[in-house]
C-alpha cells in the first residue's frame, strides 16, 4: 500500500494512482448518483466519475483527491471537489533532466457551484506538490446544461489541455527559472499570497515567513524557486507562529477546493506579470 504523502479526511495525495475507493472515501461527490435537490430541468447531470473514467480508460491516474465541506449538510455530498491526475507513465520517477511533469486539475460540483473546469498544473516531484497554472492561461470549462455528452466534452478537454495548454505552461516556467529575484520582488510575491489566502483579515504571520526554505532546491534567487517556496508554504502551512498577543498556534493547511484553486492561480498569475515587467 502506497503512504499517502498528504492525507486529511478531505484531501488524500499520494506517490501512485488512487484507486476509485481511495477516492471515494475523501471524496464522495464525485459519485453522486443524482444533483442537489436544488437544480433544474436544464442541468445536464454527468456525474464526475463517468468522465473521470473515461480519463483513467485513455492512460490518466489521479494522484490528489479533495472534497470541500459544505456549511449546508444537505448539500455536502454534491459540494465542490477537485482531482489532480497525470498520464500514467509520469508516476514515479520524473523524466532525465525534469524536475517535475504536467498534470491535469479536474474541478466540478453537483450542487450548482461549479462547471467542470480543466486546468493545466505542473507536478514536483522534490516536494510532492503541484502548482495550478494561472488565469492568464485559462483553462477549459464544461458546463452543466443540455447538450453534447459531458463525458465526451470533459475528455476533449482534458486532451486540448496537453496540447494546447502545457507547451505555455513549460515556456512560462523556463522564463521564470531565467528571472532573477530581488528581495522586493520576493517580498511582492509573499505579500501577494497573504492577501489571495487572508483576504484583508489581519494573517497570522508576517510575509517574509512564506520565504523560508524547505528544500535546498528552492534556494535559487529566481522567480520559479521563490514561487514553489511560497506556494509550498502557504497551501501546506505547518510551521508554528504567534499571535498579537503572544498565543502559539501552528498554521494550517489548506484544503478547501475553491481557496487551494484560488491561490495557487493567483501566484503563477503575479508571478507571471513579474517575468513580464523584469
Given amino acids: 500500500m502506497t503512504r499517502p504523502i498528504l492525507n486529511s479526511p478531505r484531501v488524500?495525495?499520494?506517490?501512485?494512482?488512487?484507486?476509485?475507493?481511495?477516492?471515494?472515501?475523501?471524496?464522495?461527490?464525485?459519485?453522486?448518483?443524482?444533483?442537489?435537490?436544488s437544480r433544474g430541468p436544464r442541468y445536464a447531470y454527468v456525474p464526475t466519475i463517468?468522465?473521470?473514467?473515461a480519463l483513467l480508460d485513455n492512460g490518466w491516474g489521479v494522484y490528489e483527491a479533495s472534497q470541500q465541506r459544505s456549511r449546508a449538510a444537505d448539500r455536502d455530498p454534491y459540494t465542490k471537489h477537485m482531482l489532480r491526475l497525470r498520464k500514467m507513465g509520469h508516476f514515479g520517477a520524473p523524466p532525465k533532466g525534469a524536475d517535475g511533469v504536467?498534470?491535469?486539475?479536474?474541478?466540478?460540483?453537483?450542487d450548482g457551484t461549479a462547471a467542470?473546469?480543466?486546468?493545466?498544473g505542473f507536478f514536483r516531484f522534490v516536494c510532492s506538490n503541484g502548482l495550478i497554472a494561472g488565469t492568464i492561461m485559462g483553462g477549459f470549462k464544461v458546463r452543466h446544461t443540455v447538450g453534447p455528452q459531458t463525458s465526451?466534452?470533459?475528455l476533449t478537454a482534458g486532451e486540448a489541455v496537453v496540447t494546447e495548454k502545457f507547451p505555455l505552461l513549460i515556456e512560462n516556467i523556463d522564463r521564470f527559472?531565467?528571472?532573477?529575484?530581488?528581495?522586493?520582488?520576493e517580498m511582492r510575491m509573499a505579500t501577494a499570497a497573504l492577501k489571495l489566502r487572508y483576504?484583508?483579515?489581519?494573517?497570522p504571520f508576517p510575509a517574509e515567513d512564506l520565504l523560508r526554505l524547505r528544500r535546498e532546491e528552492d534556494a535559487h534567487a529566481n522567480l520559479w524557486s521563490v514561487l514553489n517556496r511560497i506556494q509550498e508554504n502557504i497551501i501546506d502551512g505547518g510551521w508554528e507562529t504567534r499571535s498579537l498577543l503572544g498565543r502559539k498556534s501552528a498554521v494550517k493547511a489548506v484544503e478547501r477546493v475553491s481557496a487551494v484553486a484560488k491561490i495557487n492561480a493567483g501566484l503563477w498569475d503575479e508571478a507571471h506579470a513579474i517575468a513580464v515587467d523584469a
Wanted: glycine share 4%.
Fill in 50 to 53: 463517468q468522465p473521470l473514467q
Fill in 199 to 203: 483576504g484583508d483579515t489581519l494573517p
Fill in 102 to 110: 504536467p498534470e491535469v486539475i479536474l474541478i466540478n460540483a453537483h
Fill in 12 to 37: 488524500l495525495r499520494t506517490g501512485a494512482p488512487l484507486a476509485l475507493e481511495a477516492i471515494r472515501q475523501v471524496a464522495p461527490s464525485v459519485f453522486a448518483q443524482e444533483p442537489h435537490m
Fill in 116 to 120: 467542470y473546469h480543466l486546468f493545466a
Fill in 152 to 154: 465526451t466534452e470533459v
Fill in 177 to 185: 527559472r531565467s528571472t532573477a529575484t530581488t528581495r522586493d520582488t
